[in-house]
């Protein structure tokens, strides 16, 4: 069955320094990847989504995320972190079968220090 | 271009007592999905609508918990016999097709504590 793992709860990091959360997924074929960040009280909002081709996609507000299948990973990386994006960030697989449905990780809380 | 809506954004209920959750998608959005978020936990995946047909209901509780999408109006979200731990953010999120490749694009999430 597809899963997806994030293996860090909680990560601090200060403003202004890089920053990588990690995700790791289980999937049989070529998986879809997403990452998803959730502001407190909010939805939830698409960063970037990878399917195929350029293993290092872009995203919004910076964002960016690298496929490995070798290590069936997809990472998510800033290089510089600002305050507004301490938030919960939500790594996700389609499932298969075209169930439209999605697996989440059980997310990641970033903190950033002044 | 208005997002995808739900209301109510908080509801309170006491045990035993029903639920009901709605959901408009986004303009031109035929799928709709609904998650549940525990505290402290991800989002979990309860069921896929399309208007007027349920696609997939693998991960909605087997009682209390029913969906719908009718040909006119917002999908419901229905839980009878509330108990304590459905208590929960729900978010409903929304595609043009049901595709692999669409964006799902979420709402604000109803947020349901039951006394």
């Known amino acids: 069955a597809q899963s997806v793992t994030q293996p860090d709860i909680h990560i601090t990091v200060s403003e202004g320094a890089s920053l990588e959360l990690r995700c790791n997924y289980s999937y049989g074929a070529t998986p879809y990847l997403f990452w998803y960040v959730q502001s407190p009280g909010q939805g939830l909002q698409l960063l970037l989504k990878y399917f195929s081709g350029d293993t290092l996609v872009q995203g919004i507000k910076g964002f960016e995320a690298e496929f490995k299948r070798s290590q069936s990973s997809f990472n998510l990386r800033k290089p510089s972190v600002h305050w507004s994006d301490a938030a919960e960030y939500f790594c996700a697989v389609y499932g298969s079968g075209n169930t439209g449905k999605l697996i989440f990780g059980q997310g990641t809380t970033l903190q950033v220090k002044p | 271009n208005a997002g995808v809506m739900q209301n109510p954004r908080h509801l309170v209920r006491r045990r035993g007592q029903e639920a009901r959750l709605r959901c408009s998608p986004m303009?031109?959005?035929?799928?709709v999905y609904w998650y549940r978020q525990l505290p402290e936990e991800g989002l979990k995946f309860m069921v896929y609508?399309?208007?007027?047909?349920?696609?997939?209901e693998s991960g909605m509780p087997k009682e209390r918990f029913s969906a719908e999408f009718p040909k006119e109006g917002p999908s419901i979200l229905r839980i009878q016999q509330v108990v304590r731990g459905d208590s929960a953010a729900y978010f409903c999120?929304?595609?043009?097709?049901?595709?692999?490749?669409?964006?799902?694009?979420f709402g604000p999430g109803t947020r349901l504590t039951v006394l």
């Open positions: 303009k031109g959005h035929s799928h």
């Open positions: 609508l399309q208007k007027e047909n349920i696609i997939d």
């Open positions: 999120a929304s595609s043009p097709t049901g595709s692999g490749t669409d964006t799902q694009y």
